[in-house]
Nanobody, 118 residues
Framework: QVQLVESGGGLVQAGGSLRLSCAAS????????MGWFRQAPGKDREFVAG????????YYADSVKGRFTISRDNAKNTVYLQMNSLKPEDTAVYYC???????????WGQGTQVTVSS
């Protein structure tokens, strides 16, 4: 069992940056693939970024490639999403997920709101 708690969301102007964090409980964090998803009002949840258990081979949705960076610190049981050059269309609730494969979908956090103003 893995419990996930996101933090770091907020309100930012277009062009700004935010860093989301996802803290995981459980001693097996390092064995899970991790990912970030988002859901905008009236839209389906969509994949944003994923990273393997070792931290290698991160991959991204085309809409965020070159602007967002996913990373993890297995010693701290934490995965991060650095978001730069934010756009209003990045506004959404961002969710952290863990799983045995990529993209992960076995465990989910409660979400953190990101709002980008124009």
């Amino acid at each position: 069992q893995v419990q996930l708690v996101e933090s770091g969301g907020g309100l930012v102007q277009a062009g700004g940056s935010l860093r989301l964090s996802c803290a995981a409980s459980g001693r097996t964090f390092s064995s899970y693939a991790m990912g970030w998803f988002r859901q905008a009002p009236g839209k389906d949840r969509e994949f944003v970024a994923g990273i393997s258990w070792s931290g290698g081979n991160p991959y991204y949705a085309d809409s965020v490639k070159g602007r967002f960076t996913i990373s993890r610190d297995n010693a701290k049981n934490t995965v991060y999403l650095q978001m730069n050059s934010l756009k209003p269309e990045d506004t959404a609730v961002y969710y952290c997920a863990a799983g045995t494969v990529l993209p992960p979908d076995d465990y989910w956090g409660q979400g953190t709101q990101v709002t980008v103003s124009s």
